[in-house]
C-alpha cells in the first residue's frame, strides 16, 4: 500500500474550481485581508451573555501582573496568599502583595538542581539520548512545573517590600538565557568528570560547587532572599504594627493560611487511559519511581471538580486554577467562552473537538494558572459564569478579569487545586490511592 501521494496538478486544479465557486469564503477572504481574525469571528452577543456581575464574589482588591514572565503559577498562588494575609493581620493596604521575586529565586536554583542531577544521572548515555537530549534543549524555564506548595513549603514566602522586583522580573529571558548557558556548561563538566572515571559522590560534590555559581548569578539578578526580616505594617483602623525576627517560613505558616498538605491538586483527564477516582504524576524518566517532591494529582469528573471549587469560594477563599487559555478567549475584552469566535462558520470546515479527543490530539493542554474569585449561580445553584483574576495587569480584560462561560470550563480547564476539606466527601477515600504514573 502507498501510503504517500504527491500534491499533484490535478488536486490542484480540484482546489481550484471548488474555491471559485465558494462566494461566502470570498467574503471570508475580503473580510480577513482587512481584520484581524478575532475581530472577524468574534461573537458580539457575549457581551450581553456573560455580565459582569457574580451571585458570589469575593471582591479581592488589587491585580498583579507578570509582564511576559511565565510565572503565572507564582502569580496565581501569591494571590490566594496575599489575600489571607491581608485578611489574618487586617491590612490598611488592600492591595499587598507578597514577593514573586522571593519565590522565583528559589524555583530557578531547584531546577538548576534537578537539571545536574539528571545530568549525573544520564552522564553514561550518549549526547543523543532522549532523556539527555530533552534535558540540554531546555535546562531551565520559568513556566510551573515545581509544585508552588512545594516551593513555598519548603522555602515560605515573604512581602513585596521585603524583596521587591528588579529590573528583570517583567521579562524573565536574560534570567533563562545566562543559567541555560551556565546549565549546559556544567553538564558538559559533570559529562567530562564521569568519562575521566571519577564517581557519582564525585560529581554530586561537584555539583554543589556548580549551584553557588548558580546562586550568585541568581543574586546578581533577583538580589539575595532574606533569611530572616522585620515586616511593618498598619492595620484597617491606622494603628502601627512591627514584627520583628520573621523567618520565611514563619511568616508563610502564620500568616498566608496555607497549609501544603492540605491543598489537593486536582486534573480533569477525562480519557480512557486515566479513569476517574485515580491518581497520577508526570514520570520523566520511565520505570523509575515517584521523584520525593512530586505532587500527585487526583483525577475527578467535572462535577466533583466544580462542587469543590463552589464550596471554596463560599468559604471565602480563592481558588487557582490551570487551563488552555489561549482558547475561545479575549484577552483584550476579558471574555472566555466557546461560542465566543464562529471559526467553523467562518472556514465553512469542522475544527471543533470535545474532551477527550481534544486532550488525546494534543490540541487542549493546560497553558495558564489563574484564580477563580467569584461565580455566578443560578436559582438551580449550577454555575453559569465564573470571575477569574487574571496576573497581567489592570488593563488586561474587565479590570485584569475575565468572564469565563461554564461551558468554557467544561472544555478547557484542566486542573484546580482545592483544600481537601472542600473536596466532596465520596472523594476523600480515593486520597488514599498508590498514585500511578502517567
Known amino acids: 500500500m502507498n501510503h504517500y501521494q504527491a500534491v499533484d496538478t490535478a488536486l490542484l486544479d480540484e482546489c481550484s474550481r471548488t474555491w471559485a465557486q465558494d462566494e461566502a469564503g470570498h467574503r471570508a477572504a475580503d473580510a480577513l485581508a482587512g481584520a484581524s481574525l478575532h475581530?472577524?469571528?468574534?461573537?458580539?452577543?457575549?457581551?450581553?451573555?456573560?455580565?459582569?456581575?457574580?451571585?458570589?464574589?469575593?471582591?479581592?482588591?488589587?491585580?498583579?501582573?507578570q509582564g511576559i514572565s511565565l510565572?503565572?503559577?507564582?502569580?496565581?498562588?501569591?494571590?490566594?496568599?496575599?489575600?489571607?494575609?491581608v485578611r489574618a493581620l487586617n491590612l490598611a493596604d488592600?492591595?499587598?502583595?507578597?514577593?514573586?521575586?522571593?519565590?522565583?529565586?528559589y524555583d530557578q536554583l531547584e531546577k538548576s538542581n534537578r537539571f545536574l542531577n539528571r545530568m549525573i544521572r544520564f552522564a553514561d548515555r550518549p549526547?543523543?539520548?532522549?532523556?539527555?537530549?530533552?534535558?540540554?534543549?531546555?535546562?531551565i524555564s520559568d513556566y510551573g512545573y515545581l509544585?508552588?506548595?512545594?516551593?513555598?513549603?519548603?522555602?515560605?514566602?515573604?512581602?513585596?517590600?521585603?524583596?521587591?522586583?528588579?529590573?528583570c522580573l517583567p521579562d524573565t529571558r536574560p534570567v533563562t538565557r545566562i543559567l541555560s548557558m551556565k546549565l549546559r556548561w556544567c553538564a558538559r563538566?559533570?559529562?567530562?568528570?564521569?568519562?575521566a572515571g571519577r564517581c557519582a559522590e564525585e560529581l554530586q560534590q561537584a555539583k554543589r560547587g556548580m549551584l553557588r555559581d548558580i546562586y550568585g548569578i541568581l543574586c546578581r539578578f533577583l538580589g539575595e532572599p532574606p533569611r530572616s526580616f522585620t515586616f511593618e505594617y498598619r492595620d484597617a483602623q491606622g494603628e502601627f504594627h512591627r514584627l520583628d525576627g520573621l523567618t520565611p517560613q514563619v511568616f508563610f505558616k502564620n500568616y498566608c493560611g496555607i497549609d501544603p498538605d492540605d491543598y489537593v491538586e486536582i486534573s480533569h483527564l477525562p480519557q480512557e487511559k486515566t479513569p476517574f477516582g485515580e491518581r497520577y504524576y508526570r514520570q520523566d524518566v520511565p520505570g523509575e519511581p515517584m521523584p520525593p517532591d512530586?505532587?500527585?494529582?487526583?483525577?475527578?469528573?467535572?462535577?466533583?471538580i466544580k462542587a469543590a471549587v463552589i464550596a471554596q469560594l463560599c468559604a471565602g477563599e480563592q481558588v487557582t486554577f490551570g487551563s488552555d487559555v489561549a482558547k475561545?478567549?479575549?484577552?483584550?475584552?476579558?471574555y472566555m467562552d466557546t461560542e465566543l469566535f464562529h471559526y467553523e462558520k467562518l472556514f465553512d470546515t469542522p475544527l471543533m473537538m470535545e474532551k477527550p479527543d481534544s486532550l488525546d490530539y494534543q490540541w487542549t493542554s493546560g497553558t495558564h494558572i489563574m484564580c477563580f474569585d467569584g461565580v455566578n449561580l443560578g436559582p438551580d445553584g449550577r454555575p453559569e459564569r465564573w470571575k477569574v483574576q487574571n496576573s497581567y495587569g489592570a488593563d488586561m480584560g474587565i479590570g485584569g478579569h475575565y468572564v469565563m462561560a461554564d461551558s468554557w470550563f467544561d472544555q478547557y480547564v484542566v486542573s484546580v487545586t482545592v483544600r481537601r476539606q472542600y473536596l466532596p466527601e465520596h472523594v476523600l477515600p480515593w486520597l488514599e490511592k498508590a498514585p500511578l504514573p502517567l
Open 39 to 65: 475581530d472577524v469571528a468574534f461573537d458580539h452577543t457575549a457581551k450581553g451573555r456573560l455580565p459582569f456581575a457574580f451571585s458570589l464574589d469575593l471582591n479581592p482588591e488589587g491585580v498583579t501582573d
Open 71 to 85: 510565572r503565572c503559577w507564582a502569580f496565581a498562588f501569591l494571590n490566594v496568599a496575599r489575600h489571607n494575609v
Open 94 to 105: 488592600r492591595a499587598f502583595e507578597l514577593s514573586q521575586c522571593y519565590i522565583y529565586f
Open 127 to 139: 549526547l543523543d539520548d532522549r532523556l539527555v537530549s530533552s534535558g540540554l534543549r531546555e535546562p
Open 147 to 167: 509544585s508552588f506548595l512545594m516551593l513555598a513549603g519548603k522555602y515560605g514566602v515573604v512581602p513585596k517590600s521585603v524583596m521587591p522586583d528588579t529590573f
Open 189 to 195: 563538566e559533570l559529562r567530562s568528570l564521569h568519562a
Open 294 to 304: 512530586a505532587r500527585p494529582r487526583l483525577n475527578l469528573c467535572m462535577s466533583d
Open 328 to 334: 475561545f478567549s479575549s484577552k483584550t475584552l476579558g
